[in-house]
Every structure is written in C-alpha cells, then in structure tokens.
C-alpha cells in the first residue's frame, strides 16, 4: 500500500503542484479535472467528484445520491507529465456511491482481468498506434500536415520522417520520462501518417499507458501548429490508423502459457489456439468495440484501397505471420489486427479477454491456418475457404454485438445497454447526413 503522505511529498519534491485527476469516457477519450497537490489523500480514497449524466455511457441519474461519479486515483500510476512542468497525471476509475462503478471502462476491464487471474494468468499486450499529424486548412478542412509528404508509396519514408522528428523526439522522450520502452518510430503508409511502439504490458498498463500516449501526443501536437489524429481512416484514398494488439496470456511464475511446447507444434499452444478461437468466433461483436466508429468501415474494406494495400483486415481469418488476415499468428502470441485507432482500449481488451476465455472453455478450435493473400484471393475463393466478411458498417457490427451474449456481459448490463443506444445514435446521424459526395452524385443526375 502507497502512504498518500509519503507520496504526496515525492511528487511535491519532484515540482509538482497539481494532479491531474484522469479517466476514460465510454469513447475512449481521456477526461478529468485538476486537484491540487494538498488533496491527494482524498483523490485516492474517495475520488474526484464529477455530476454522472455528464460523462458518456454511464446511464447515470440527475439526482439522488448514484448521481455522482468519483474518479478515484490507482496510486500506482501517478506520474509527472514531462509535457506540463508541474502537473501529474492520476489514473482513475470511476466509483458510484462508494462502489465500483460497473460502466466506467476501466472497471470493466479490472473485471475481466480477475477472471484471468482466478486462473493464475494474465494477458499481456503490445498496443500499436498509428495516427496522422494534420492541419487545418480554409474552412477547417483538416490536412496532413506536412504539404511535402507526397510518396507514391509513403510506408518508412526518410525524406518526410525528419520534418517531423521534433515533435516525435519530444513525444518520445516525455513516453520514456513516465516509464515507457519506447521501441520505433516511423513513417507509416499515408501521407501524414505515423506510427509509435512501446514495449508490451500488462493488459490494463497498456491501455492507461495508450491514454498517456495520447495525451502526451495532442498537446505535443498542438504546440508545434497541428492536430494530432487518431480518426480511422481520415482520407479515401490513403490507409487508414490501426490500432494492433499484440496478445498473449502468462501464468504467476511468468512462463508465457500461448507459446506452443516445442518449435514444431506451430506458433501457439493448445491454449492459445483456444483463445485465438473465441477470438474468431467473437470477431463480428468485437468489431462494436475494435472499430467502434462509423468512419471505422472505411477502413475495413474488401480488396484494396485507393491507396493499393490498405493491410487493413476484411475476412475472420487467422494465419502465421498473415497481415492480410484478423489474426496474424506469431510464435507464443497473435496480432489482433483489428482494432482501430478510435478504440477505447479498455473495452477493446476486455472484450477480447471475454472473447477469448469463452474460446477456452468451450475448447474451440481455429481451424487451419490461412496461407492466401487475402487481399488478392478472389471472394468467390474467399467464400469456399469459409473465410466470413466482417461487419461492413457501424450497424451491423452493433446488431452484432447486442446479438452475443458474451460480449454484452462482459460490459455489465449497463455499459452494454448505454454502449448500444449511443452508438445506433451515431450510426442514425450519420445515415440522415447529406454528404458531399451525394450532391455531388445525385445532385443535376435525374
Ligand atoms: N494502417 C494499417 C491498418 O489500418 C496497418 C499497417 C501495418 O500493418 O502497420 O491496420
Ligand atoms: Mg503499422
């Protein structure tokens, strides 16, 4: 147990003065409020008080006393943010009426998370950002931001890399300065595109430590004149931003329980097929929670984007070192390949946790290993492989997922329900939108 004395006057020693009492909505985007350094003590034993119904997803009530929701502070993850001399970020999770709050993300992830460790294991994931730098042009019009970054094929390009080392040297050092292995920095495969790896983690470090990326890489951002984007696909005709986990399960003395016993018994143990399994089995709910915005099936599309490979995956399939495929195997873990950049990652891993122990419970097996291209096989070949389509809009993946039981439970009942209101709420809106590209089409046509 942290004494909040003795914390308060480490953090006070290291020149902070304010804490940044933070959690994640439903959208998976970071909220919060400034606490003063001197009341510490309350942010980690009752939380920051915040009016419920004002935070997305939580289905809380006006008044009465399950009005309130407390962001209460994990002494274990409050940090300096290098960024912001003098202010710490405090991770919370949300607390109603002196318990756990069952719909706050992270509660649902600690949730499943147990129901791990009741087995004596624990996931570990390798969270892959991709995201774009951009500007606003006339009229707001969002741009990437470097005009120059023009390549044919922009994947590793070195000649854009280095009018944006500023911003990534300065992001890279305030992710090593709260406690992150910083692995790569790149150029990803569209203009303006970008890719940050941090070592792999436990499963709900990863997501806070992904928050923290991202709150680091906005305000970083911001002072150098862009926008930072993690919008799946902010262009047509260019890749759009995944958001990869690379996933795998261990046991309390640390052996990795999805690495097969031996070299030739293929890339995962039985274990690890079986959750790699539900996994599959679960991948057309998952997507509600992976790709969790309307402008995320533009990114999960059949056959190749405007770009030519979009190494975004359309079919549920799984195979060894397949980036073509959902699941891209890899010795003792798999890549989910997924999720997008909008994805909360606490409801993203949870999700795949559920998803995953329903796969070893009811022993599923993957079936083979996908070989193809996928991006080149033709559907008809696709079909006989019994490669399934994944969800092709934001409304199929939500019928989807309030028709798996498994999922939904995995939520609660109330994040499940908020969850599935919201966004058939988004997807309506965006239906009843009359887009350029429809006046444009239709609008002189008849
Ligand atoms: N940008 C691609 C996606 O949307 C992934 C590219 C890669 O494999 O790094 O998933
Ligand atoms: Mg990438």
């Given at each position: 147990?942290?004494?909040?004395?003795?914390?308060?006057?480490?953090?006070?020693?290291?020149?902070?003065?304010?804490?940044?009492?933070?959690?994640?909505?439903?959208?998976?985007?970071?909220?919060?409020?400034?606490?003063?350094?001197?009341?510490?003590?309350?942010?980690?034993?009752?939380?920051?008080?915040?009016?419920?119904?004002?935070?997305?997803?939580?289905?809380?009530?006006?008044?009465?006393?399950?009005?309130?929701?407390?962001?209460?502070?994990?002494?274990?993850?409050?940090?300096?943010?290098?960024?912001?001399?003098?202010?710490?970020?405090?991770?919370?999770?949300?607390?109603?009426?002196?318990?756990?709050?069952?719909?706050?993300?992270?509660?649902?992830?600690?949730?499943?998370?147990?129901?791990?460790?009741?087995?004596?294991?624990?996931?570990?994931?390798?969270?892959?950002?991709?995201f774009f730098l951009l500007r606003?042009?006339?009229?707001?019009?969002l741009l990437p931001a470097d005009?120059?970054d023009?390549?044919?094929?922009?994947?590793?390009?070195?000649?854009s890399?280095?009018r944006q080392?500023?911003f990534l040297?300065?992001?890279?050092?305030?992710?090593?300065?709260?406690?992150?292995?910083?692995?790569?920095?790149?150029h990803?495969?569209?203009h303006g595109q970008y890719?940050?790896?941090?070592?792999?983690?436990?499963?709900?470090?990863?997501?806070?430590?992904?928050?923290?990326?991202?709150?680091?890489a906005?305000?970083l951002a911001?002072?150098h004149g862009m926008v930072f984007s993690?919008?799946?696909?902010?262009?047509?005709?260019?890749?759009?931003?995944?958001?990869?986990?690379?996933?795998?399960?261990?046991?309390?003395?640390?052996?990795?329980?999805?690495?097969?016993?031996?070299?030739?018994?293929?890339?995962?143990?039985?274990?690890?097929?079986?959750?790699?399994?539900?996994?599959?089995?679960?991948?057309?709910?998952?997507?509600?929670?992976?790709?969790?915005?309307?402008?995320?099936?533009?990114?999960?599309?059949?056959?190749?984007?405007?770009?030519?490979?979009?190494?975004?995956?359309?079919?549920?399939?799984?195979?060894?070192?397949?980036?073509?495929?959902?699941?891209?195997?890899?010795?003792?873990?798999?890549?989910?390949?997924?999720?997008?950049?909008?994805?909360?990652?606490?409801?993203?891993?949870?999700?795949?946790?559920?998803?995953?122990?329903?796969?070893?419970?009811?022993?599923?097996?993957?079936?083979?290993?996908?070989?193809?291209?996928?991006?080149?096989?033709?559907?008809?070949?696709?079909?006989?492989?019994?490669?399934?389509?994944?969800?092709?809009?934001?409304?199929?993946?939500?019928?989807?997922?309030?028709?798996?039981?498994?999922?939904?439970?995995?939520?609660?009942?109330?994040?499940?329900?908020?969850?599935?209101?919201?966004?058939?709420?988004?997807?309506?809106?965006?239906?009843?939108?009359?887009?350029?590209?429809?006046?444009?089409?239709?609008?002189?046509?008849?």
């Open positions: 147990m942290t004494d909040p004395t003795e914390l308060q006057q480490r953090l006070a020693a290291q020149g902070v003065h304010t804490v940044l009492a933070q959690f994640t909505d439903m959208h998976g985007v970071a909220k919060g409020k400034y606490v003063p350094l001197a009341k510490l003590g309350e942010l980690l034993e009752t939380g920051a008080g915040f009016a419920g119904p004002s935070i997305w997803g939580t289905g809380l009530p006006r008044t009465g006393p399950r009005a309130e929701y407390y962001a209460r502070a994990d002494a274990a993850r409050i940090q300096p943010m290098p960024w912001m001399p003098g202010y710490a970020r405090a991770v919370c999770s949300g607390f109603v009426d002196g318990q756990p709050f069952d719909a706050c993300p992270r509660q649902v992830l600690q949730r499943a998370t147990a129901r791990l460790a009741e087995r004596g294991w624990a996931l570990k994931t390798g969270i892959e950002p991709e606003r042009g006339d009229g707001g019009t005009d120059a023009r390549l044919d094929k922009p994947s590793y390009d070195l000649k890399l280095p080392a500023a040297r300065e992001l890279h050092e305030a992710l090593e300065r709260c406690g992150l292995d910083v692995l790569q920095l790149d990803e495969d569209a890719e940050v790896n941090f070592a792999f983690d436990d499963a709900l470090a990863s997501a806070d430590h992904l928050m923290l990326f991202k709150l680091a906005h305000a911001e002072r993690m919008m799946p696909k902010p262009f047509a005709n260019q890749p759009g931003s995944g958001l990869h986990f690379h996933v795998s399960l261990w046991d309390e003395d640390g052996q990795c329980v999805t690495a097969p016993a031996s070299r030739d018994a293929g890339c995962l143990s039985t274990v690890g097929r079986q959750f790699l399994a539900g996994v599959l089995a679960h991948s057309p709910a998952l997507c509600a929670l992976a790709a969790p915005t309307v402008n995320s099936y533009k990114r999960l599309v059949v056959g190749e984007s405007l770009s030519g490979t979009s190494w975004a995956p359309a079919y549920v399939a799984h195979g060894p070192n397949n980036r073509t495929a959902t699941l891209r195997t890899l010795p003792g873990r798999f890549e989910w390949r997924l999720p997008d950049a909008s994805a909360n990652p606490y409801l993203a891993t949870a999700g795949l946790i559920a998803a995953g122990l329903d796969g070893i419970d009811r022993q599923l097996d993957p079936g083979p290993d996908c070989q193809d291209d996928l991006f080149r096989l033709p559907p008809a070949a696709v079909q006989a492989a019994g490669h399934a389509l994944l969800p092709q809009s934001l409304d199929e993946a939500l019928d989807a997922l309030e028709a798996d039981p498994v999922i939904c439970h995995a939520l609660g009942d109330t994040l499940a329900s908020e969850f599935l209101r919201l966004k058939r709420m988004e997807w309506i809106e965006f239906a009843r939108h009359v887009s350029a590209w429809e006046l444009q089409r239709y609008g002189a046509a008849f």
